[in-house]
């Protein structure tokens, strides 16, 4: 069927975006991976990323010489709730 | 509107229990759509659950209402429990379905779904004006009166739906839409069936089979997406 793709992405959306280049980056994102992969501003990306941690479905992890993100255990259980939900949805045929 | 609609006699029952079955699952899928809104708060999947929660809703006023009619044979009032049964059931179903009509026509927007529009809904309109003046159809003496007309509005608004879920399956050709599609596509034939009721009191028995196994087939996509990982 040919949806009616949105304008922009929700909130939601690049949330779940941010979330998986994290997932797909074994669990360890840098955030340049994370700017490129989400397609998003570097003001963006910070307010982004705060939001996430504040959520607690990331958690930042520095030291020294590196900084890199990673999921919590909630924001795994979150991905595959929304996988299932994207899934359910796409059934119908509308998009998330 | 359809005002008692029982089949054969050895029939009676099995029709109100698959549709308490039929309830199960619709409420189980107006759960799953609910929590996708709560999860996502999109308002597509909020219709979605609305939809389903009439459908099993009116459902289980069916159910209820044919099992009573059983129950409370002998007295007066058992004609009046299922002719209310059936009109709530109706009512739910028309307004479960045009829920989700709307749901597709405000994220579709299309010219495949403006044009079906363009034609289903004078179609609609002149087939229920010509039904709604056929007189009811009487079977297995005063129990057994039928109009056609609410199985054909019902007809009419699975059948946008099962074209909808049907596109959506060509264009994705994914198995979950698959089964939506098929779902649709048996509920669909299912009021078909009950309108050509008259012709033959098995096609009441297969129309309702067809509702169960269309639900079956939502089922079996609600399994598929939340127990694949």
Same mark, same amino acid.
């Given at each position: 069927?040919?949806?009616?793709?949105?304008?922009?992405?929700?909130?939601?959306?690049?949330?779940?975006?941010?979330?998986?280049?994290?997932?797909? @980056? /074994?669990? $360890?994102?840098?955030?340049?991976?994370?700017?490129?992969?989400?397609? !998003?501003?570097?003001? %963006?990306? +910070?307010?982004?990323?705060?939001?996430?941690?504040?959520?607690?479905?990331?958690?930042?992890?520095?030291? @020294? /010489?590196? $900084?890199?993100?990673?999921?919590?255990?909630?924001?795994?259980?979150? !991905?595959?709730?929304? %996988?299932? +939900?994207?899934?359910?949805?796409?059934?119908?045929?509308?998009?998330? | 509107?359809?005002?008692?609609?029982?089949?054969?006699?050895?029939?009676?029952?099995?029709?109100?229990?698959?549709?308490?079955?039929?309830?199960?699952?619709?409420?189980?899928?107006?759960?799953?759509?609910?929590?996708?809104?709560?999860?996502?708060?999109?308002?597509?999947?909020?219709?979605?659950?609305?939809?389903?929660?009439?459908?099993?809703?009116?459902?289980?006023?069916?159910?209820?209402?044919?099992?009573?009619?059983?129950?409370?044979?002998?007295?007066?009032?058992?004609?009046?429990?299922?002719?209310?049964?059936?009109?709530?059931?109706?009512?739910?179903?028309?307004?479960?379905?045009?829920?989700?009509?709307?749901?597709?026509?405000?994220?579709?927007?299309?010219?495949?779904?403006?044009?079906?529009?363009?034609?289903?809904?004078?179609?609609?309109?002149?087939?229920?004006?010509?039904?709604?003046?056929?007189?009811?159809?009487?079977?297995?003496?005063?129990?057994?009166?039928?109009?056609?007309?609410?199985?054909?509005?019902?007809?009419?608004?699975?059948?946008?739906?099962?074209?909808?879920?049907?596109?959506?399956?060509?264009?994705?050709?994914?198995?979950?839409?698959?089964?939506?599609?098929?779902?649709?596509?048996?509920?669909?034939?299912?009021?078909?069936?009950?309108?050509?009721?008259?012709?033959?009191?098995?096609?009441?028995?297969?129309?309702?089979?067809?509702?169960?196994?269309?639900?079956?087939?939502?089922?079996?996509?609600?399994?598929?997406?939340?127990?694949?990982?």
């Amino acid at each position: 069927m040919t949806q009616k793709l949105p304008k922009y992405r929700s909130q939601m959306r690049i949330y779940v975006d941010v979330m998986r280049v994290i997932q797909r @980056e /074994d669990n $360890r994102a840098k955030p340049t991976r994370i700017l490129y992969g989400a397609n !998003l501003s570097h003001d %963006r990306l +910070i307010k982004y990323l705060e939001e996430l941690k504040t959520l607690g479905v990331i958690e930042e992890v520095a030291n @020294e /010489d590196d $900084r890199f993100y990673k999921l919590t255990q909630k924001g795994i259980e979150f !991905l595959n709730q929304f %996988r299932a +939900i994207e899934r359910f949805a796409g059934a119908f045929g509308f998009a998330i | 509107m359809r005002k008692i609609l029982v089949g054969p006699l050895w029939f009676v029952g099995f029709d109100s229990l698959m549709e308490f079955v039929a309830f199960i699952i619709a409420l189980a899928v107006a759960y799953q759509a609910f929590k996708g809104y709560r999860l996502t708060k999109q308002k597509t999947l909020l219709y979605v659950h609305f939809s389903f929660a009439l459908l099993s809703a009116g459902l289980l006023i069916d159910s209820l209402a044919g099992f009573l009619g059983i129950l409370a044979r002998t007295l007066r009032g058992a004609v009046a429990v299922t002719v209310v049964g059936y009109a709530i059931y109706f009512l739910a179903q028309a307004l479960a379905y045009g829920i989700l009509i709307f749901a597709y026509v405000s994220q579709t927007r299309t010219m495949s779904t403006a044009s079906i529009s363009l034609w289903i809904t004078p179609l609609l309109g002149s087939v229920t004006l010509q039904a709604a003046q056929a007189p009811p159809i009487k079977l297995l003496g005063p129990l057994v009166e039928y109009h056609p007309v609410s199985e054909i509005v019902l007809l009419f608004l699975v059948f946008y739906i099962t074209v909808q879920t049907g596109l959506n399956y060509s264009a994705t050709k994914d198995g979950n839409a698959l089964l939506v599609f098929l779902g649709f596509l048996l509920l669909a034939l299912s009021h078909l069936l009950f309108i050509l009721t008259p012709v033959g009191a098995v096609l009441f028995v297969i129309g309702h089979v067809l509702q169960l196994l269309g639900f079956v087939s939502l089922l079996a996509m609600l399994l598929r997406v939340t127990s694949s990982k």
